[in-house]
C-alpha cells in the first residue's frame, strides 16, 4: 500500500496582506502606526447583532438585535442587555463570551466604588474604569482584545443627570447622544442622525423615551435584510422616570406596539418610494 | 448615644481597666486627644467644634492643639482618642479624596468622606484608638454630619458630640438641641456646649475652637480660655 500523498501545500495568503507580519500580537506596532489586531478585534464586533443606544431628553434606551441561532432556544435566553446595578445597564454585541467578562467587570466595579465610597458609582467613572480593563487587554503579547463593545445607560443620582457611553475593543470610551455598533451600525448611524437629539436652543423638542423605543424599534426592523440574516429577537431597555429611573426592561406591550409601529412605518415608506418611481416613470 | 459612651470607656481586651483614669488604653508617651468633640448640621452648613487639650497622662502636652482638620474644600474632620492615630487617618483620608474628586471631576460628598473614614477605622480596629466626627457642606446633601465611634460604625446624626467630655453633655445637648436651628444658634450652642464639658472633663480643657461650613467657604475662629462661656 503507498504511503499517503503529502498534503498540500497551505494556501498562500489570498485576503489582502494587511498585516503582513506586524498583525501577529497585540504587542507589535506596524509602521504606519497601527495594532492590527485592536482593529481585528472591532472587525470581530461588526460581525455582532446590531446593538443601539439613544440618549433622548427624559431617558436612555438601549436596543439590540439578537440572531435567533437555533429554533430550539428558549425565546428570552442569551440576554444582550445586563443590569450593572439599579442606575446602569450595559448592551453588548460581537463575542458574547468575551462580553460576559465585561459584565462582570462592571459589576465589580460597581459594587466595589459603593462599598468603598457609599455612593453609586458615577457614569464617567464606570465607562473610564471599563474602558481601562478592555485597554488593559490590548498592550499584552499574552493576551488578546475583547471581541466586544459594550454600550452603557446610566443615570448619576447626584446630579439627576442620565448619560450613554460606548466601550470598544480598543478601550475607547465616549460619551453620545446616540451610537450603533455590529451588522447594521453604519446605517443605523445615518438613521439615528435623522433624529432631534441636541436640539439647545429649545429642548423640549428633543426625542422623548417613548419616541425613542419606536425609533429604535424601526430602525433595527428597516436595517434587518429577511433573506440574508437569521431571524432575530429584539431586545430593549430604558432608564427614565418612568422606569423609576432603574434601567429595566422596556414592557413587553410597548415593545410590540413600538414593533407594530415599526413596520407600518416601514411599509408606507416602502409604498412611497414605489408611488415616487412610478411618477418618475411617468 | 449611650452605647457610644459604653464604647470609649471599656477598651475591648481589658474590663478592668474601664474604671482606670486612662480609658484608651494609649501606649506609654502616646499623645491623647482625651477631648470633647461636637458639630451641629444647620440650613445651608455645618457648625464643628472642639476643645483643645491634648494630654500624656496627666501632663498637657499641647494646650492649643487644633483638633478639627479639613480633608477637602468643604470637608472637616473632629479627631478624638490617640492622637497620632488620627492624624494618619486625616492624612490617608485626604488623600483618598483628593485622587476621587480628581477621577470623578466633583467635589466628594461628606457621605463619601465618611465612608471612607469608617473603612479604614473598621478594617483596622484592633490597631487604632480613633472617635471621629466627619462633617461638611455639599451640593447633594447640604450640610451633613456623621459620627464614627471606635469600633468603625457610622451613623448618620441630627448633631453629634464626642470625646471623652461629651459624657459630661449629653443631658446639655438633649435639653437644647432642636432641629432646624440657625447658624448664630448652632455655634452659640456649641460652644456652650464645649465650655461646659471643658469644666468638668479633666481631659478637656484651653480654647474652644470652631469651624463654621457653608457653600461659600469655611470660617475658622477660637474663644480664649479666659473668654469661655462657661467656667472653667
Known amino acids: 500500500v503507498s504511503p499517503a500523498p503529502p498534503p498540500p501545500p497551505p494556501p498562500a495568503r489570498s485576503v489582502m496582506s494587511a498585516g503582513s507580519g506586524y498583525d501577529l500580537s497585540s504587542s507589535t506596532f506596524s509602521p504606519d502606526g497601527r495594532i492590527f489586531q485592536v482593529e481585528y478585534a472591532s472587525k470581530a464586533v461588526e460581525n455582532g447583532g446590531t446593538a443601539l443606544g439613544l440618549k433622548c431628553r427624559d431617558g436612555v434606551v438601549l436596543a439590540v438585535e439578537k440572531p435567533v441561532l437555533n429554533k430550539m432556544l428558549l425565546p428570552t435566553s442569551n440576554r444582550r442587555i445586563h443590569s450593572v446595578d439599579e442606575a446602569h445597564g450595559l448592551a453588548?454585541?460581537?463575542?458574547?463570551?468575551?462580553?460576559?467578562?465585561?459584565?462582570?467587570?462592571?459589576?465589580?466595579?460597581?459594587?466595589?466604588?459603593?462599598?468603598?465610597?457609599?455612593?453609586?458609582?458615577?457614569?464617567?467613572?464606570?465607562?473610564?474604569?471599563?474602558?481601562?480593563?478592555?485597554?488593559?487587554?490590548?498592550?499584552?503579547?499574552?493576551?488578546?482584545?475583547?471581541?466586544?463593545?459594550?454600550?452603557?445607560?446610566?443615570?448619576?443620582?447626584?446630579?439627576?443627570?442620565?448619560?450613554?457611553?460606548?466601550?470598544?475593543?480598543?478601550?475607547?470610551?465616549?460619551?453620545?447622544?446616540?451610537?450603533?455598533?455590529?451588522?447594521?451600525?453604519?446605517?443605523?448611524?445615518?438613521?439615528?442622525?435623522?433624529?432631534?437629539?441636541?436640539?439647545?436652543?429649545?429642548?423640549?423638542?428633543?426625542?422623548?423615551?417613548?419616541?425613542?423605543?419606536?425609533?429604535?424599534?424601526?430602525?433595527?426592523?428597516?436595517?434587518?435584510?429577511e433573506a440574508k440574516d437569521k431571524p432575530f429577537e429584539l431586545e430593549m431597555s430604558w432608564l427614565c422616570e418612568e422606569s423609576g429611573w432603574k434601567h429595566k426592561g422596556v414592557p413587553r406591550d410597548v415593545i410590540n406596539e413600538s414593533v407594530e409601529w415599526a413596520k407600518k412605518d416601514i411599509e408606507e415608506a416602502e409604498e412611497e418610494d414605489e408611488d415616487s418611481d412610478e411618477e418618475m416613470e411617468g | 448615644m449611650s452605647a457610644h459612651a459604653m464604647s470609649m470607656h471599656a477598651p475591648r481586651s481589658h474590663a478592668a481597666s474601664a474604671a482606670s483614669a486612662d480609658p484608651y488604653n494609649l501606649k506609654p508617651g502616646e499623645h491623647s486627644t482625651g477631648t470633647t468633640i461636637m458639630a451641629i448640621p444647620f440650613d445651608g452648613g455645618v457648625v464643628m467644634g472642639a476643645d483643645s487639650r491634648t494630654s500624656t497622662g496627666t501632663y498637657i502636652a499641647v494646650r492649643v492643639a487644633d483638633k478639627i482638620t479639613q480633608v477637602h474644600d468643604r470637608i472637616w474632620i473632629c479627631r478624638s482618642g490617640s492622637a497620632a492615630d488620627t492624624q494618619a487617618l486625616t492624612d490617608y483620608l485626604r488623600h483618598y479624596l483628593g485622587q476621587l474628586s480628581v477621577e470623578t471631576g466633583r467635589a466628594p460628598t461628606v457621605k463619601t468622606a465618611a465612608h471612607l473614614m469608617r473603612r479604614m477605622i473598621y478594617e483596622n480596629k484592633d490597631n487604632l484608638m480613633a472617635g471621629v466626627i466627619v462633617g461638611g457642606w455639599d451640593a447633594v446633601d447640604g450640610g451633613s454630619v456623621y459620627n464614627i465611634p471606635l469600633g468603625g460604625s457610622l451613623v448618620k446624626m441630627p448633631f453629634a458630640i464626642g470625646g471623652s467630655g461629651s459624657t459630661y453633655v449629653y443631658g446639655l445637648v438633649d435639653h437644647k438641641f432642636k432641629e432646624g436651628m440657625s447658624k448664630d444658634e448652632a455655634k452659640a450652642l456649641v460652644e456652650k456646649t464645649v465650655a461646659h464639658a471643658m469644666a468638668r472633663d479633666g481631659s478637656s480643657g484651653g480654647i474652644i475652637r470652631t469651624v463654621v461650613i457653608t457653600e461659600d467657604g469655611c470660617d475658622k475662629q477660637f474663644i480664649p480660655g479666659d473668654q469661655l462661656p462657661f467656667g472653667p
Not at chain 1, 464606570?126 to 474602558?131: E, F, G, P, Q
Request: with cysteine; net charge neutral.
Open chain 1, 92 to 225: 453588548v454585541t460581537g463575542f458574547v463570551a468575551d462580553a460576559r467578562q465585561i459584565v462582570n467587570r462592571a459589576r465589580d466595579e460597581a459594587i466595589g466604588y459603593e462599598e468603598t465610597y457609599g455612593t453609586k458609582i458615577p457614569p464617567s467613572v464606570l465607562s473610564d474604569r471599563l474602558a481601562a480593563y478592555v485597554h488593559y487587554f490590548t498592550l499584552h503579547g499574552a493576551l488578546r482584545p475583547f471581541g466586544a463593545t459594550a454600550l452603557v445607560a446610566s443615570y448619576d443620582d447626584e446630579t439627576k443627570e442620565h448619560s450613554l457611553h460606548m466601550v470598544e475593543p480598543s478601550g475607547m470610551s465616549h460619551r453620545y447622544f446616540a451610537c450603533a455598533a455590529g451588522k447594521g451600525r453604519q446605517p443605523a448611524k445615518t438613521e439615528l442622525e435623522k433624529l432631534t437629539l441636541n436640539n439647545r436652543e429649545d429642548p423640549a423638542q428633543n426625542i422623548s423615551v417613548r419616541e425613542g423605543v419606536k425609533q429604535l424599534a424601526r430602525i433595527v426592523h428597516a436595517l434587518h435584510d
